[in-house]
């Protein structure tokens, strides 16, 4: 599993692993140096020693010659009888330490005899410790030097990233005339990371501008026979038709118009939602009015109860064409899945809502409903499974948000807000 620590941490803490790695091998090699060192030397000396004593003054019948530090003690003289505490010891170099006394003793049986050389160690065993007490020091301060170099060297090393991090997260990348990062940045990773991050966002460019060139000239070209359409049904209402003409002719029009504002709506989303001054702002109530007035009549026609309900004002102003097929888009999926009872419009401050008394929907699928050509599992009609998605696509250009949910007594309730996400 992959790290989530920061980068930079993580270049600190291998540092300093590999410092710890190496001044502590370092520092364990010295000591056992020392150790290796004290002991060969030591016991050669002491062996030569004992065998001066031994030769030169024990077979001669005469007292051991040695120094203050240095005794003599031997298993068959009862003048030199060995101590208990070096009874036990092995033959050869051993090194005994009682409380704060230390001895070398060094051990050789001859003839069925044991006999010992010891030497007090006070002063060398200070000294051993001191550069033990060096030689810790110096791996500590190794470490806290690594600890600070690291961080230096971290941030030296982060800095071209988080400079490039900085540069995608503050500028608008998707803005035609956005300069290239690449060559801001020398021919390293980093800047191969930012060539490859100009060139995954011209693909993404170019792919964006051929989408809303292709929205805007299929939806250009489409209002043309739509006009013709919608001409030729207003000179057909003046013919004398029956109803059953007329009805067809009702259900034409009625479409052409759909097709005519699902043409300005996405001629509305190729635009820059920025560039407010593109078309002009309606207020909820408005838009709500507007789409009563159409739908109440297909919902009677069908025998369901249309309830419009208002729970607060709202002073807000709204792009009319995406409002409005947002609106018309849930009205409509209502007016499909809703067999009995009625559907309600409630509309409050900063938003609105769609009710209905219909099947439901499955709360594993209300997140994938707003998926293209995804259609519930009650799905009916032709339709194709593109209006929430059309609906879901809106709310994000627009900063708005839609949720959906199932109704305690029976049905769903998409709920629209309309105010921008922080």
């Not at 009862?78 to 050869?92: R, S, T």
């Not at 888009?329 to 938003?351: I, K, M, P, W």
Request: negative net charge; hydrophobic residues 40%; proline residues 4%.
């Amino acid at each position: 599993m992959a790290s989530k620590q920061p980068f930079a941490r993580r270049i600190l803490i291998a540092f300093v692993l590999m410092t710890v790695v190496v001044s502590g091998l370092f520092s364990l090699s010295i000591v056992a140096v020392v150790h290796f060192i004290e002991e060969h030397l030591v016991s050669e000396e002491m062996d030569r020693e004992l065998n001066q004593v031994l030769h030169d003054d024990v077979e001669q019948g005469r007292a051991p010659r040695l120094d203050a530090s240095t005794r003599f003690f031997a298993s068959n003289q009862p003048q030199q009888a060995i101590p208990e505490q070096f009874a036990q010891l092995g033959e050869g170099f051993n090194e005994v330490v009682e409380g704060d006394r230390a001895f070398y003793v060094y051990s050789r049986e001859l003839n069925g005899s044991t006999y010992l050389l010891v030497q007090e160690q006070h002063e060398f065993e200070a000294r051993e410790q001191v550069l033990f007490n060096v030689v810790l020091a110096g791996f500590l301060l190794t470490v806290i030097g690594a600890w600070g170099l690291g961080l230096v060297m971290a941030r030296k090393v982060m800095a071209p990233i988080s400079r490039l991090a900085q540069q995608v997260r503050h500028r608008d990348q998707l803005h035609p005339l956005a300069p290239p990062l690449a060559p801001q940045y020398p021919e390293d990773e980093v800047g191969q990371l930012a060539d490859a991050f100009d060139s995954t966002l011209g693909q993404v460019r170019q792919s964006l501008e051929r989408e809303r060139l292709f929205t805007s000239d299929v939806s250009h070209e489409l209002r043309t026979p739509l006009m013709v359409i919608a001409t030729s049904c207003e000179l057909l209402t003046e013919n004398n038709l029956d109803a059953r003409g007329r009805e067809q002719l009702e259900r034409i029009s009625r479409a052409s118009q759909e097709m005519q504002e699902l043409v300005q709506t996405f001629l509305q989303l190729a635009r820059d939602k920025t560039n407010k001054s593109a078309f002009a702002e309606s207020s909820l109530g408005s838009i709500a009015a507007d789409q009563i007035g159409r739908w109440a009549p297909l919902f009677e026609e069908k025998g369901l109860a249309f309830q419009f309900i208002e729970e607060g004002m709202d002073s807000g102003l709204y792009n009319p064409t995406l409002l409005s097929t947002v609106m018309a888009n849930l009205l409509r999926n209502a007016l499909h899945y809703t067999d009995h009872g009625g559907v309600r419009l409630v509309v409050r401050s900063g938003g609105f809502r769609v009710e209905d008394s219909g099947l439901g929907i499955p709360a594993d699928q209300h997140e994938h409903i707003f998926q293209s050509f995804v259609r519930g599992q009650h799905s009916r009609g032709e339709g194709l499974g593109l209006g929430l998605s059309l609906v879901k696509r809106i709310c994000i250009n627009q900063g708005w948000r839609i949720a959906v949910s199932n109704l305690e007594v029976g049905g769903t309730s998409f709920d629209v807000s309309l105010q921008p996400d922080n």
